[in-house]
């Protein structure tokens, strides 16, 4: 079992561009979250996806949206790029649904915004 | 909102040293409290989790009681190792399984020096 994989690990992109990050939940798995972690704090949460709809959203601006597929891989984007989106970027799948099972989490990908 | 305290960091002890990583919450309701550990390079994995008041989550030697008198969640280890060393999240969020929105707090750096 691959677990959780992102790709790509880490990213370089100039301010005003646009950037898609990958996430493939682990097997069985059918519910996608993503996390914005900022250097030195914690993770915060910017959107869930599920049948292949946004079912939660955190306090992000609409600059960040994201996508699911049928086989529950997910995207996320983000346009215009600032300085201030340069972080990692954490995506974890769990079961919706599932009774005690926790979500686990890709390794993430690093941007950076130049 | 929901919002969780952690211990100022980094924190650095001798191997074999008590550890006490210091977890504080701000939440309406019975959240459920979680501890997560980023070893270096890689994403977060649950070491710990406590579904209720007076609860106790133990893993790998850590410990944590879910104290509902002082929104408190505090982590110990009576005895540390090197491979420890990692940074530590305190977590809530408002139901058992992963497919909740988990609410973060900054992290606690924790370094062991044999």
């Known amino acids: 079992d691959a677990g959780v994989t992102q790709s790509p690990t880490h990213l370089i992109k100039t301010r005003g561009q646009q950037v898609t990050l990958r996430c493939s939940p682990k097997s069985g798995h059918d519910t996608v979250s993503w996390y914005q972690q900022a250097l030195g704090q914690g993770p915060q949460f910017i959107f869930q996806y599920y049948e292949e709809e946004e079912r939660q959203r955190g306090n992000f601006p609409d600059r960040f949206s994201g996508h699911q597929f049928p086989n529950y891989s997910s995207e996320l984007n983000v346009n215009a790029l600032l300085l201030g989106d340069s972080a990692l970027y954490l995506c974890a799948s769990s079961l919706l649904g599932g009774r005690n099972t926790e979500a686990f989490f890709g390794q993430g990908t690093r941007l950076t915004v130049v | ?114």
């Open chain 2, 1 to 114: 909102g929901n919002s969780v305290t952690q211990m100022e960091g980094p924190v650095t002890l001798s191997e074999e040293a008590f550890l006490t990583i210091n977890c504080t919450y701000t939440a309406t309701g019975y959240p459920s409290l979680f501890w997560y550990v980023q070893y270096p390079g890689e994403g977060l994995q649950l070491l710990l989790k406590a579904t209720k008041a007076d609860d106790k989550g133990s893993n790998k030697g850590f410990e944590a009681t879910y104290r509902k008198e002082t929104t408190s969640f505090h982590l110990e280890k009576g005895s540390v190792q090197v491979s420890d060393s990692a940074v530590y999240f305190c977590a809530l969020s408002y139901r058992n399984f992963g497919n909740e929105k988990l609410t973060f707090g900054t992290g606690t750096r924790l370094t062991i020096i044999p």
